[in-house]
């Protein structure tokens, strides 16, 4: 078990022993961030679904209204004139055999992937290559479409995806530590509304068990999972 450093003692001695609301928990994580480095901060949503079940798995995306402060490079499988839309949406690779070489070879300049639906008879043989990575387009997740340029614009403007692990909980980035409070709150309030929206109709009990928000090298804060609409309330 490695050593706590002293920088992270003091941080976890100013965090409450109850849940705090959004903005309370996002101006302290300000607070306690010493890393010399822009932090990327997470929700942890703790939800009371069996993943193991196939009618309470949760997937999907969701867009940041603050951006996520993360430059995303796209890739864009595409034809015709498709890939010039791409090109002129801001694309930073659009093609089809030589972009399927590339990665075969494993090249991956890109953080997210597009497609076409016609491209994606040649882009599902490489499932095995980017189903691993999280980069394999997915219509559900809007990144198999023929509506390419909004795809890219959603992907480069702060779209994230969450997704429920096997213990049922969704991890989702919602911004930077250098994000105002409001700011942070206001991308919780976008990623807890959807998590919301998205609730499995086979799950029982509880829903939203609990929420914990963190820095790349804070410790977390719990979060007030009753407090819905209220993201900019003022911080205790």
Known sequence: MSKKSKKYVAAEAQIPAEPVSPLAAMALLKEISTANFDETVTGDFRLGIDTRQADQQLRGTVSLPNGSG????????????????????????????????????????????????????????????????GLMPNPKLGTVTNDVAKAINELKGGRVEYRADRYGIAHVILGKVSFTAEQLAENYGAVYDEILRMKPAAAKGKYVKSVTVSGTMTPGVAVDSSVTRAYTQAAE
């Open 70 to 133: 993360k430059t995303v490079r796209v890739a864009v499988f595409a034809e015709g004139a498709a890939a010039q839309a791409a090109e002129e949406a801001g694309a930073d690779i659009v093609g089809t055999d030589i972009l399927m070489e590339q990665i075969q070879a494993g090249e991956f300049n890109f953080d997210a992937a597009v497609a076409t639906p016609d491209q994606m008879g040649k882009v599902g043989r490489l499932g095995k290559i980017l189903g691993p990575r």
